[in-house]
């Protein structure tokens, strides 16, 4: 089948999600998946106000298997969003910037670039205060947790497969016998 859906690259989609949030948010001075340990410390005033990311876990999308031998599963991600408690309007700024994150994924609704990561629809779960990095605690942190629906694995229906044309004939001439009788048909002519 020429359109079956290919499995999810994960670099790939990492990269995409990385990259649409960094060019939506200029404001963000760090946008970065998966800080090293060292780097999980509490960012520089340099860095922030920063966008956090994290792939927390896979949950199996039951109504998500379409035949094809691939694994349905939801990316569960969060995403936050810190800034420091020393300016004047720091509380209002890091929820306005954690609003702002959950409208464009709840407007944009896929992270993929022309439809070839095997990625679904994304769907927002949480915006809320975030006080569990003990490292953070200095900060004001707010996350945004969504969810991507995501194939992985081979589409057993991929392949080489040849696309077949569609043919007309007229009755009585069709069937066993009379295939020498059809047409094709081509996308924009009329059956007459």
Not at 113 to 132: A, M, N, P, T
Not at 136 to 158: C, H, K, M, P, Y
């Amino acid at each position: 089948m020429a359109d079956a859906i290919a499995g999810v690259n994960l670099d790939q989609l990492h990269d995409v999600i990385e990259a649409k949030l960094r060019a939506q948010f200029p404001v963000f001075q760090l946008v970065q998946f998966y800080r090293d340990e060292e780097e999980r410390k509490a960012p520089t005033a340099k860095e922030l106000p920063a966008l956090l990311l994290e792939l927390t876990s896979f949950d199996i999308d039951e109504q998500g298997d379409m035949g094809t031998e691939q694994l349905p599963l939801i990316a569960r991600f969060e995403a936050r969003i810190i800034d420091t408690f020393n300016q004047r309007r720091a509380k209002i700024n890091v929820r306005k910037l954690a609003a702002g994150v959950a409208f464009y994924i709840f407007k944009n609704k896929h992270f993929t670039q022309l439809g070839k990561l095997g990625v679904g629809s994304s769907s927002l779960e949480d915006i809320s205060e975030d006080g569990f990095f003990p490292e953070l605690d200095r900060f004001e942190v707010w996350r945004v947790d969504f969810s991507t629906q995501i194939l992985v694995g081979e589409n057993i229906w991929a392949g080489s497969g040849v696309t077949p044309t569609p043919v007309f004939s007229y009755s009585p001439e069709i069937g066993l016998g009379h295939e020498d009788k059809y047409q094709e048909l081509s996308l924009n002519q009329e059956v007459p």
